[in-house]
C-alpha cells in the first residue's frame, strides 16, 4: 500500500502527528479520502448537525486524553490483534455500555466525520440512540443511519451487511477483550500466554466443545487469529459476522472501556476464525428469509408475535433492510 | 404483520421527563435543598465523596439530590464530573498527626497521649427508633469538653509503637512519584499505593465483606484496631512558582491503623505489622475494612500464603469498583438479540440431535 493510501485509511484526526482532533480551534483540512457523494436522502431518514454542547471539547474528551487514546489505538494498529492497556476516562455513561468505543470515537472523530452508531445491527435501539445523541451534542457532526454514507461506524454486536469501503473505521464496543479470560481469570497468566502465542487451552476448549456436543458450542465471541499471531476476541458478534472482519478493506478498531483495553485490526489483514481440518469453521443458517425485504445469507432477528408459537425472521441490520426494500425487494411478510 | 420498532428517541426523552417527576415525588411536600442534605444526611455525603474521590460535599449532596439518594448512581454522577477537571498537581502528603480530632480511639491502650475522644458516634447508642424524631424538634446544644493538659497533641498510636520497634516502620518516602489508577491502567502486581487508592474508591460493601472475610479465616491477619481518628487537616499544596507550601484549606478524614500479628521470617524479627485505611469524611467502617484488606493484600510482600479472596489482588481489586461492577452487571438489560439468536440457533439444533439420537436408541432397544 502506497504512503497516500495509508493516509486514505485515517480520516482527520489520526491523520497528522499531533493535531488536535478538531479541537476547539482546530481547522479541519479537507479530507483526503472524500466519501462518496452522499445518495439522495430516503425519507425519515435522520442527518443533521447540531452545534456541540458548550462547556465541553470537542466530542467530549479533552485534546490530552484524546491524544493518549490515539497514541494506544496505532500501537494497536501496529501491533494487529494485540491489546493495548490504555487509560481509561470515566465517561458519563455507564461502563458495560459502550465506554471503550465511546472513546475510541471520540479520539478518531473530526468535524469532516459522519457518524453511525448500531447496537444489535440496529440504528433505533435505546443504547445506540443514546451514544448517537452524545455525540451529535457534544461534537455537532453529522450522523446518519446508512452504512455507505458512514465514515464511522460505532457497533456494538454486529458488523454491517452492507461490505465496508477504504476509508471507513468500525469501532466495536468490547466488554471482555481478553479471549482467554473464561479460561484463566488471571491478567498476569493471560498477558503471558499472548506472549509466548500459547493458545493450547483454547483449542482444547473447542475441542471439548466436539467431542461433547459435536459441534463448537461458541456461537458469539468466536475467537479468531489476526494475522497469524495474536487471538483476539472479535466482541460478542455472532460468528456469522466473522468471515466480514478477514481482509476488510475498513480499519476496526475495539475498545473496552472498564477492562482500559484497545486492539485494532488493520485494513486488509487476515482474520482466521479458529478451527480445526476435520470440523472447518461454519456461520449460522437461517432457514427463512427475512419476512420484510426477502434477504437471505443475512442476519436474522427472531420475533415472537404472540403467544401460540407464531414468529417472523426479519434482519436484524435495519439500515440494510430499509435500503432492500426501498429499492423495491419485498419479503413475504408471512409469520412461520 | 410486524413493523421495525422506531421511536428510541421519543421513548428516551419520554422516560426522562418521567424521571425528573418521580425525582421531585409528592409536589406538596417541600423539596430537599442541597444544604439540607449536605448538613442532615452528612455520611451518606461523605460516602458519596470518598467513592467518587473528590472533595466536595456540596457536588455530592447535589448529586444524591439528582440520583433520589440512590449512592452508586451519585457516585457515578461525581466520577463523570470529576474526570473532566483540570489537574493542576498534587499537595503535599496531609499529615494525620497534626488532625484536629473530633474523635478518636484506641483498642490497644486504654490511654495514651492525647485520650480517647469518642466523639459524635453511633456506637453505645441503642438502636431504637426516636419517634421524637418524626416531630422535627430542635435538638439540645452538645456538652463542652473539658480541656486536656495535653489537648493538641494527639501523636498516632503507631508512630509510640514505633518508638520501641515493637511495629513495623512505615516505609520511607522515596521521592518517586505516586502512580494515580484513574489515569494510568492498573498493570498486575500493583504496588501498594495504587491498592490503598482502589480500596479507597471501592465500594463500601464489597471492602467491608473481604474484610469480613479476613476476620472468619479466609486469609487471617490478627487485628488490633491501634486507632482510628477522625477530624480535619490542612492541604497544603506547593506551587513550582512559589516553592512554598500555600493552604488550600481544610478536609474532614478517617483514619484507621490496623495493628496486626506478625510472627517474624528469616529476614525480619517478630514485630506487628500495619493494615491502612483511609477514606473522605467520616466512615469509620470502611476505614476499618479498608485496613484489614490492605493488610491481607500484603500477604505475599509478608512470605504469607496467598489462598483467600481478600489476599488476592487481582480478584480485590478488578472487582472493588461500585461503577465498574454496577455498570457492567446492569449492562445485561441491554438488547442481546443477537447473541441469543445465535443460542438460540444452537440450542435448536442441539435438542434436535439429542431427541434424534434418543429415537434412535430407543428403536434398537424395541
Given amino acids: 500500500m502506497s504512503a497516500t493510501g495509508t493516509h486514505e485509511l485515517f480520516p482527520s484526526p489520526l491523520r497528522g502527528g499531533g493535531r488536535g482532533g478538531g479541537g476547539a480551534e482546530g481547522t479541519t483540512e479537507p479530507r483526503s479520502a472524500p466519501p462518496p457523494p452522499p ?34 489505538i496505532l500501537k494497536a494498529i501496529a501491533v494487529p490483534g494485540y491489546q493495548v ?11 458495560g455500555w459502550g465506554t471503550g468505543g465511546v472513546q475510541v470515537t471520540a479520539a478518531v472523530l473530526g468535524r469532516a466525520d459522519v457518524l453511525k452508531v448500531i447496537d444489535q445491527g440496529a440504528d433505533d435501539t435505546t443504547n445506540a ?120 478493506p475498513a480499519l476496526q478498531l475495539f475498545g473496552a472501556g472498564r477492562e482500559r483495553r484497545i486492539y485494532a485490526v488493520p485494513p486488509y489483514t487476515s482474520v482466521r476464525s479458529l478451527d480445526f481440518e476435520d470440523h472447518p469453521f461454519r456461520v449460522q443458517r437461517f432457514e427463512h428469509p427475512c419476512a420484510l425485504c426477502g434477504a437471505e445469507g443475512v442476519y436474522l432477528d427472531e420475533m415472537l408475535l404472540d403467544d401460540a408459537g407464531r414468529r417472523m425472521f426479519v434482519c436484524s ?20 | 404483520m410486524y413493523v421495525a420498532v422506531k421511536g428510541g428517541e421519543a421513548a428516551i426523552d419520554n422516560a426522562h421527563r418521567l424521571l425528573a417527576e418521580a425525582r421531585r415525588g409528592d409536589p406538596a411536600v417541600p423539596e430537599l435543598t442541597v444544604a439540607q442534605i449536605r448538613e442532615q444526611m452528612a ?35 461525581v466520577r463523570a464530573y470529576r474526570t473532566t477537571l483540570p489537574r493542576f498537581g498534587a499537595s503535599a502528603p496531609v499529615d494525620t498527626g497534626a488532625m484536629a480530632v473530633a474523635r478518636r480511639v484506641s483498642a490497644t491502650f486504654k490511654d495514651l497521649p492525647g ?20 416531630a422535627e424538634g430542635e435538638t439540645e446544644p452538645a456538652a463542652e469538653a473539658e480541656p486536656r493538659d495535653d489537648a493538641g497533641t494527639c501523636p498516632r498510636v503507631t508512630d509510640l509503637l514505633a518508638q520501641d520497634g515493637l511495629i513495623e516502620p512505615s516505609p520511607p518516602d522515596d521521592g518517586a512519584p505516586v502512580g494515580d489508577l484513574t ?46 481518628r477522625v477530624g480535619e487537616v490542612a492541604v497544603d499544596f506547593v506551587p513550582e512558582e512559589l516553592g512554598f507550601p500555600v493552604p488550600l484549606g481544610r478536609i474532614r478524614l478517617t483514619e484507621c491503623q490496623m495493628v496486626n500479628q506478625f510472627k517474624g521470617s528469616g529476614t525480619a524479627p517478630p514485630q506487628f505489622t500495619r493494615g491502612y485505611g483511609l477514606t473522605f ?75 434424534r439420537d434418543s429415537d434412535s436408541v430407543q428403536e434398537a432397544a424395541e
Fill in chain 2, 183 to 228: 489515569r494510568e491502567p492498573v498493570d498486575y502486581p500493583a504496588d501498594r499505593a495504587l491498592r490503598l487508592q482502589a480500596l479507597a474508591r471501592g465500594d463500601e460493601g464489597f471492602v467491608l465483606g473481604l474484610g469480613y472475610s479476613t476476620q472468619r479465616g479466609y486469609g487471617r491477619t490478627h487485628p488490633f484496631v491501634g486507632e482510628i
Fill in chain 1, 317 to 336: 441490520d435495519t439500515d440494510h433492510c430499509e435500503g432492500r426494500r426501498a429499492d423495491g425487494h419485498v419479503g413475504t411478510g408471512e409469520a412461520v
Fill in chain 1, 39 to 72: 445518495a439522495p436522502p430516503r425519507k425519515g431518514e435522520e442527518r443533521g448537525r447540531t452545534p456541540s454542547e458548550a462547556g465541553y471539547n470537542f466530542a467530549y474528551l479533552d485534546e490530552g486524553t484524546k491524544r493518549m487514546i490515539r497514541r494506544a
Fill in chain 2, 43 to 77: 455520611l451518606l455525603v461523605d460516602r458519596v465523596m470518598a467513592e467518587g474521590s473528590l472533595y466536595d460535599p456540596d457536588l455530592a449532596a447535589l448529586a444524591l439530590k439528582q440520583a433520589r439518594g440512590d449512592v452508586v448512581e451519585a457516585v457515578f454522577l
Fill in chain 1, 85 to 95: 492497556p490504555f487509560a481509561s476516562r470515566e465517561m458519563p455513561m455507564p461502563y
Fill in chain 1, 129 to 248: 440512540v443514546s451514544i448517537r445523541r452524545f455525540f451529535a451534542r457534544t461534537s455537532g457532526v453529522a450522523t446518519t443511519t446508512r452504512t455507505t454514507e458512514a465514515t464511522i461506524i460505532q457497533t456494538r454486536h454486529r458488523i454491517p451487511e452492507t461490505p465496508l469501503r477504504e476509508g471507513q473505521i468500525l469501532v466495536y464496543q468490547v466488554p471482555i477483550p481478553e479471549p482467554l479470560r473464561f479460561l484463566e481469570p488471571r491478567e498476569t497468566e493471560t498477558r503471558q500466554l499472548h506472549a509466548l502465542a500459547e493458545y493450547g487451552s483454547m483449542h482444547v476448549k473447542l475441542y471439548e466443545d466436539i467431542s461433547r456436543h459435536g459441534h463448537i458450542a461458541t456461537t458469539y465471541a468466536y475467537p479468531v487469529e489476526v494475522a497469524g499471531r495474536y487471538v483476539m476476541d472479535p466482541s460478542p458478534t455472532p460468528k456469522f459476522d466473522n468471515p466480514k472482519m478477514d481482509h476488510s
Fill in chain 2, 281 to 355: 469524611g467520616q466512615s469509620e467502617r470502611k476505614a476499618m475494612a479498608m485496613a484489614l484488606v490492605d493488610r491481607a493484600l500484603r500477604a505475599e510482600e509478608l512470605g504469607e500464603p496467598v489462598a483467600s479472596p481478600a489476599q488476592d489482588q487481582e480478584f480485590v481489586l478488578a472487582h472493588c469498583d461500585s461503577l465498574q461492577a454496577t455498570g457492567f452487571v446492569e449492562h445485561l438489560k441491554l438488547p442481546h438479540y443477537v447473541d441469543f439468536q445465535a443460542e438460540l440457533e444452537l440450542v435448536r439444533r442441539l435438542r434436535a440431535e439429542f431427541f
Fill in chain 2, 115 to 134: 485520650g480517647q475522644v469518642l466523639g459524635p458516634t453511633f456506637d453505645y447508642t441503642h438502636r431504637l427508633i426516636d419517634f421524637a424524631l418524626a
